[in-house]
């Protein structure tokens, strides 16, 4: 009887693991229903990407006040999850405090102590940014695309942040061993004080629920992440050092486009030609993306990573007049219409059913897509190098190359240019004129 | 006053046998818009002036595009792009200067993966570089103290990271340069872009150039400067909505240098 607290742990630590690991396996798969992409270029400059962006945060930064909150809760994540490291050995092998056995007290009582202190600043900063969500309610947690279920979203994060940190230091506070060695007790020897009055055996209670709720709550909510806008603190990573390495202004070139192109402008080409044996079959099924699966992986990665803080939003020059256009719905609308159509694979034995349903008119309207003026203040604000305007060119592509649904004004610029090389009505025979003018 | 100019074409070039040191994109905004046909010949005096061996490729010239692309018509982009880049090369141009950050933008960075591989520079950085080698002198003249604000064009700014050019010029007027709550990286559209030029707004509270010169407007400036054609016309449209036409002029850095010099 006496293995059972560590038999239970395993159980829930195992039941934990697995389950993360079946929906990082979704999470996958569904980033794999993407197209390709090659993206194995410069990799020292990913690299120094993914340290600069995600590991150092360069661009949170920008709006100092969010970002220097948001760099506390962050390396009070990192540096406090060492700690999981000794409950889940404590929780394993019925330890206590194993750290104590392999350090020496003062460096142990360091270590502890930096924890309590972070621990502390991260529980200010969270009740600061509810704060800013819920009491100020600044604009961007506010816009139209924060329905319930994103509003819920990040105030569920911000509540299991409060709750964990205050476990840790509960669970400190009534640790009577540990609040003898007074060694890193900085902060939990002020609220061990609420606790003078307790018996020996109410505190060694206390200790060890705070103790279980403290790591089931950290695997619930490792558990949470796949559900929630929270798992940029993963895939942050990926994304950063995936992130678009050419000039923001440069769209990409269609190449199955190209080889028509070319074969057009080609005097000995032959048109009819058939294709030659073997040779395959390059043009592509659909021009631009009405769908998730005809955007790159990338894009469907970036889907994932989004947080919702809606600085993207915030600066886009349509949604500051009011358009509909919200670079942050069309990041948030890809990905719940890539979870969409995972669940429809899982519910159809791996293949995807047609449900008539689709990212463009049933997620994103054309009006959206129309008020984009491709200024890229969306993918500058980002900071973790989404680029929603890549998604927004390649539902245009197909709008217009599949669909010929372009505003009229548009067709007649297009028309224009076809006929006479402007995107107004000018003949091309005149375009020195302003010379002699 | 045109007979002042000095255009010659690339047929011209070629068939006395020669190359011009750059060539000049006049861009379909330069060529037919009226307020920007002003800029591009603000810029062509500056060039006569600074005795630059310059062509253009005249009616040869289509547009580079952008637009299209930009709208999402892959094809006819591509079209266009193939088209000049044959011409291009045919001339075996090697370096061009353009006052359109959309121009500069596709042909520096979407032209070379159909083919069409060039140096390419936005005028005011090729006035710039004509200033540092002491080809162009620049003198204060009437804007010396005059407040001004530049407006960064998102396709010079953002997309290819061109911020200090335009705002040395201005300083070399000896004009008081002042910026705008959105500037450089977080400057604010006109609102032209991404084919918005051509079409209405959608329905919104407001217009964009209209927010964005509210902006200018705020911090009193005497002059908006601009670098590229349709910022100039929506911020021109956007001082006009504002009434504000008899306190703010909307001038390209071109023109600026050009009138500070009485050219």
């Known amino acids: ?437 | 006053m045109s007979e002042t100019l000095k255009v010659p074409t690339m047929a011209e070039y070629m068939a006395q046998g020669k190359q011009p040191e750059v060539l000049f994109w006049v861009g379909c905004a330069g060529s037919f818009d009226d307020r920007a046909k002003k800029i591009t010949k603000a810029f062509v005096k500056l060039l006569n002036n600074a005795n630059v061996d310059f062509a253009v490729l005249g009616t040869e010239e289509s547009c580079t595009g952008d637009p299209a692309k930009r709208a999402g018509n892959e094809f006819l982009f591509q079209m266009q792009a193939v088209t000049n880049i044959e011409v291009l090369n045919a001339y075996e141009v090697k370096k061009i200067v353009t006052a359109c950050p959309h121009c500069f933008n596709t042909i520096k960075n979407e032209y070379p993966g159909l083919g069409g591989t060039y140096e390419v520079m936005h005028h005011t950085q090729f006035l710039k570089t004509l200033l540092d080698e002491g080809r162009l002198t620049i003198q204060g003249g009437k804007f010396k103290g005059k407040r001004i604000t530049f407006h960064d064009p998102c396709y010079l700014g953002r997309a290819n990271n061109v911020y200090q050019a335009p705002r040395d010029l201005i300083q070399k007027l000896e004009a008081e340069l002042v910026e705008m709550k959105n500037c450089r990286k977080n400057g604010l559209c006109c609102g032209a872009g991404g084919a918005q030029m051509f079409k209405d707004a959608e329905k919104g509270d407001k217009e964009v150039n209209v927010e964005r010169t509210e902006q200018a407007l705020n911090i009193k400036p005497e002059i908006i400067a601009a670098g590229c054609p349709f910022c100039n016309t929506m911020m021109t449209d956007g001082v006009k909505a504002k009434e504000k036409e008899s306190d703010v002029d909307v001038m390209d850095i071109a023109e600026l240098i050009a009138n500070a010099q009485d050219l």
Not at chain 1, 9 to 22: H, P, R, S
Not at chain 1, 196 to 217: V, Y
């Open chain 1, 1 to 437: 009887m006496q293995y059972l607290p560590n038999i239970l742990f395993a159980i829930i630590l195992i039941v934990a693991i697995g389950y993360f690991a079946k929906n990082v396996k979704s999470l996958i798969r569904n980033i794999k229903l993407g197209k390709d992409t090659d993206v194995s270029d410069n990799k020292p400059q990913r690299w120094k990407n993914m340290i600069m962006i995600a590991l150092g945060q360069s661009k949170m930064v920008r709006r100092p006040v969010s970002g220097i909150l948001h760099v506390i809760v962050y390396v009070g994540f990192i540096i406090i999850n060492m700690e999981v490291l000794e409950i889940i050995l404590d929780g394993l092998f019925g330890t206590h405090r194993v750290g104590l056995r392999v350090l020496p007290i003062s460096v142990y009582g360091f270590l502890i102590g930096t924890f309590e202190i972070l621990a502390c600043l991260v529980f200010v900063s969270v009740i600061i940014f509810w704060i800013r969500r819920n009491i100020i309610k600044l604009a961007r947690f506010w816009k139209s695309e924060m329905t319930s279920w994103p509003k819920n979203d990040g105030n569920f994060i911000l509540y299991f942040e409060m709750v964990l940190m205050s476990l840790f230091l509960i669970m400190n506070a009534a640790d009577l061993q540990f609040q003898a060695l007074d060694s890193g007790n900085i902060i939990s020897k002020h609220i061990a004080l609420w606790f003078s009055g307790f018996s020996d055996s109410a505190l060694h209670t206390i200790e060890r629920g705070a103790w279980w709720l403290h790591i089931i709550g950290i695997l619930t909510f490792l558990n949470y992440l796949y559900f929630s806008k929270h798992l940029h603190i993963l895939l942050a990573f990926p994304n950063t050092f995936y992130g678009n390495l050419k000039p923001k202004g440069q769209m990409t070139n269609v190449e199955a486009v190209t080889k028509e192109v070319m074969m057009m402008m080609d005097p000995n080409a032959d048109p009819f030609a058939a294709p030659e044996e073997g040779a395959e079959e390059d043009v592509p099924e659909k021009f631009g993306a009405s769908d998730v699966q005809d955007l790159n992986w990338v894009q469907l990665l970036n889907a994932y990573t989004c947080t919702e803080c809606g600085r993207c939003t915030s600066e886009c020059p349509a949604n500051q007049t009011g358009k509909k256009l919200s670079p942050r719905k069309i990041m948030m609308d890809t990905r719940d219409r890539l979870e969409e159509v995972g669940k429809n694979i899982d519910a159809n034995k791996g293949e995807f059913k047609e449900d008539g349903k689709q990212l463009l008119n049933d997620y994103i309207s054309t009006e959206e897509l129309w008020a984009c003026t491709s200024c890229n203040a969306c993918v500058e604000a980002c900071p973790v190098s989404i680029d929603p305007l890549s998604i927004i060119l390649e539902m245009r592509r197909y709008l217009v190359m599949e669909q010929s649904a372009a505003p009229t004004e548009l067709n007649n610029m297009m028309t224009n240019i076809e006929n006479n090389g402007a995107p107004w009505p000018y003949n091309q025979m005149d375009r020195l004129n302003w010379k002699n003018e």
